[in-house]
């Protein structure tokens, strides 16, 4: 079974950037496709970013794309979203998600079967 343990959220002003990380356990990092997901306010959860188990490959989307950076350690165990130039509608709950298949792109939330509990981003004007 995998656990996932997602920090690094917060307050921020519009601008700013944070770091988000992600520790997973029970499983071998590296043998898992990760990503991350946000989650707004009365929303469906949707996948901003994603990483191949090397890290070789990467995918984000167009919201995104340019700001943010997904990275992964896996002697770590660690999965990272570097969110730079963050905006309000980046206001969420991000949530970051495992499967054991590669990863071939963004996908929908049904495709990853473990899920951490998520940490609050919250961005003001």
């Known amino acids: 079974q995998v656990q996932l343990v997602e920090s690094g959220g917060g307050p921020v002003q519009a601008g700013g950037s944070l770091r988000l990380s992600c520790v997973a356990s029970?499983?071998?990092?590296?043998?898992?496709?990760l990503g991350w997901f946000l989650q707004a306010p009365e929303k469906e959860r949707e996948q901003v970013a994603a990483i191949s188990r090397g890290g070789l490959y990467r995918f984000f989307a167009d919201s995104v794309k340019g700001r943010f950076t997904i990275s992964r350690d896996n002697v770590k165990n660690t999965l990272y979203l570097q969110m730079n130039n963050l905006k309000p509608e980046d206001t969420a709950m991000y949530h970051c998600?495992?499967?054991?298949?590669?990863?071939?792109?963004?996908?929908?939330?049904?495709?990853?079967?473990?899920w951490g509990q998520g940490t609050q981003v919250t961005v003001s004007s």
């Open positions: 998600a495992a499967d054991r298949r590669p990863c071939n792109g963004l996908d929908v939330p049904a495709s990853f079967p473990y």
């Open positions: 029970g499983y071998s990092a590296s043998s898992l496709c």
